[in-house]
């Protein structure tokens, strides 16, 4: 499978927060904590789970900082 996005982040996840339809997954990326909102459908598709070594894809067509 081809995927377009370049930035593949090897991470290890940390907690799976389930709400009713969408899910927060926390994962580590070399001390950095990453959050991602997927769909609970998503999250047991993957059997996501604490300890589970994953690929963060990151593709943002826009990005803001603020100080």
Do not use: F, H, W
């Not at 998503?42 to 943002?60: C, F, H, I, M, Q």
Request: proline content about 1%; overall charge positive.
């Amino acid at each position: 499978m081809k995927i377009s996005g370049r930035n593949k982040l090897e991470a290890t996840v940390k907690e799976v927060v389930k709400g009713s339809v969408m899910a927060k997954v926390v994962m580590d990326y070399k001390g950095t904590e990453l959050v991602a909102a997927i769909t609970v459908d998503s999250v047991e598709d993957l059997k996501l789970a604490p300890g589970d070594k994953v690929t963060a894809l990151v593709k943002a067509t826009e990005m803001m900082v603020l100080k």
